[in-house]
C-alpha cells in the first residue's frame, strides 16, 4: 500500500470516527469502535503505527487494512 493510500485511509478514519485530528489517546476508541462495527480486531497499538505515533517496521497486513476498510465503509 502507498504512502498516499495510508494517508487517505488515516483520513477517512478520522472522518468516520468525526475527529479533526488525532491524538494516541484516541487511538483505543477508534480501535474499540472498529471491533464493535466489524467484529475484528484492529489494536490500538496498530492504530498508533499507521498515524506515526509509533515506529512501523513493516508493513500492516491485510487483514488490518481490510478491517479499517471496512469500518471506514460503514455508515
Do not use: W
Not at 15 to 43: H, M, Q
Amino acid at each position: 500500500m502507498s504512502d498516499l493510500d495510508l494517508a487517505e485511509l488515516r483520513s477517512q478514519i478520522c472522518i468516520k470516527a468525526g475527529l479533526r485530528s488525532i491524538t494516541p489517546a484516541d487511538c483505543k476508541r477508534i480501535s474499540l469502535e472498529i471491533n464493535k462495527a466489524t467484529s475484528r480486531n484492529v489494536s490500538e497499538t496498530t492504530l498508533k503505527r499507521l498515524f506515526g505515533f509509533a515506529n512501523a517496521k513493516f508493513n500492516f497486513s491485510r487483514y488490518t487494512i481490510s478491517s479499517i476498510f471496512e469500518y471506514t465503509e460503514k455508515i
